[in-house]
């Protein structure tokens, strides 16, 4: 009988587990490598690439954005605010802003500077619906909402009864108007539009009314303080001319086109 050398089995055994580990380890024949350079004529059963679809959006030529030259912004008030004189809060009063206009609509003001006054305080100082026409004010940046911005102005000229809608610097838009008798003239300066308004539809108004910042100095006991409009009329033989108690009056066709351009927050100026 043959007899096997003590301790001779488990080196064996150990050795071959060294040996497979090492195999596992080092990536070899028990696992295929996918890099692997495909022999030649052997089909690997890959499926081709499916056709490019076609993309739903191909952007147009690059184009150069505009200055800031015709660009005017606005903000809503988000709840009533005092006005002051200067970006301060100790500074006097001049006019306190609502959310809302007298007509139910968002109330909002043309920015026209800001300040930072400190880390987190800003101060905007904003055109001011109020009397006398042309006042401004410094109002906490927290106190409005997001800004808006428009490219649009209106020109309206009381000497050649004319509104001119101009949309980064070009004109648009033209229309003869009525403005106020000389016992009610249309306040001149710079003011902007201020709301959009459909339910004053009527033969008078015509189909659409916009408000403006604009405030007659002489029918300051009208309603709301007598805020100058722009909107139609039942009387368009009267136009052009000087008809109205300060409004500014278009015939009816011409206020539905430049209601479809010109958006709220547009400045205006009234020579």
Sequence with gaps: MMHRAPGRRPALVTGA????????????ALTPNPSAPTPSGVDQGRRPLPAPIPPAFVPGPARRLAGNRHRSQWAPVRGPVVARLAPRRGAPAVAVLSATTPEG?????????????????TWVRVRLP?????????????????????????????????????????????????VGLPRWPTPRGTFYIRDRLTRYRSPAYGPVAFGTSARSPTLTDWPAGGFVGIHG????????????????????ADIAALAALMPVGTPLTIH
């Excluded at 003001?109 to 305080?121: I, K, N, Q, S």
């Design 233 to 252: 009329t039942d009387r368009p033989d009267l136009l052009p001319g000087r008809v109205s108690h300060g409004c500014i009056r278009l015939r009816n």
């Design 130 to 178: 109020v009397l006398p026409n042309g006042t401004t004010g410094w109002v906490p940046r927290a106190a409005l909402g997001g800004y808006g911005t428009v490219d649009t102005r209106l020109d309206v000229d009381l000497r050649r009864f004319r509104a001119t809608l101009f949309r980064a610097g070009r004109p648009v838009f033209r229309a003869a108007v009525g």
């Design 105 to 121: 609509t968002a109330n909002l003001v043309a920015v026209v500077g800001r300040r930072a006054t400190g880390p987190g305080r």
């Design 17 to 28: 587990i060294v040996g497979a580990t090492a195999v596992l380890l080092t990536g070899g």
